[in-house]
C-alpha cells in the first residue's frame, strides 16, 4: 500500500521518478494527466509487492527493472528485466499476476508468482 500524496510530490521532482520506473512506464503514466499520481502509486506499489511474493524482499533488485503497464483492456501485468528477472528466475517462478487498486489516499496491489511448468 503506498500513500498517492507521497508520489504526487515525486512528480516535481526533477529525476526521481526516472530511478524507480521504467521508461516505458512513465510514457504511459504521464499521459493520464490528473491520474499519474495514483497511477504511479498503484505500480509502486506493486513493485513492493513484487518483492514481498519473492519472500526476499527488493534487496539487490533495481525498481525500474520491473515494469508494470496495462494491456490494451486495462489489465495490468508485470514484465521484469535484469536483477528482477534473475530473482524471479532464482525463485522458481515463472508467471507473475498482479492487482492494482486506488481509492481515496491509497493505492494498493497485490502480486502472486506461479511456477507455470507443474
Do not use: C, Q
Not at 12 to 27: A, I, K, T
Not at 53 to 69: E, P, S, Y
Amino acid at each position: 500500500m503506498v500513500r498517492i500524496d507521497r508520489l504526487r510530490r515525486w512528480v516535481d521532482m526533477p529525476g526521481l521518478l526516472e530511478r524507480y520506473f521504467h521508461s516505458d512506464e512513465l510514457v504511459s503514466v504521464m499521459s493520464k494527466g490528473s491520474g499519474k499520481a495514483s497511477s504511479l502509486a498503484a505500480r509502486f506499489a506493486a513493485k513492493e509487492a513484487f518483492g514481498k511474493a519473492l519472500g526476499t524482499g527488493l534487496l539487490g533488485i533495481v525498481l525500474k527493472d520491473i515494469m508494470v503497464l496495462n494491456r490494451n483492456n486495462g489489465r495490468p501485468e508485470i514484465k521484469v528485466f535484469g536483477t528482477a528477472l534473475k530473482a524471479l528466475r532464482e525463485s522458481g517462478a515463472s508467471r507473475v499476476h498482479v492487482s492494482l487498486a486506488h481509492e481515496h489516499d491509497n493505492a494498493v496491489a497485490m502480486v502472486i508468482l506461479e511456477d507455470a511448468g507443474d
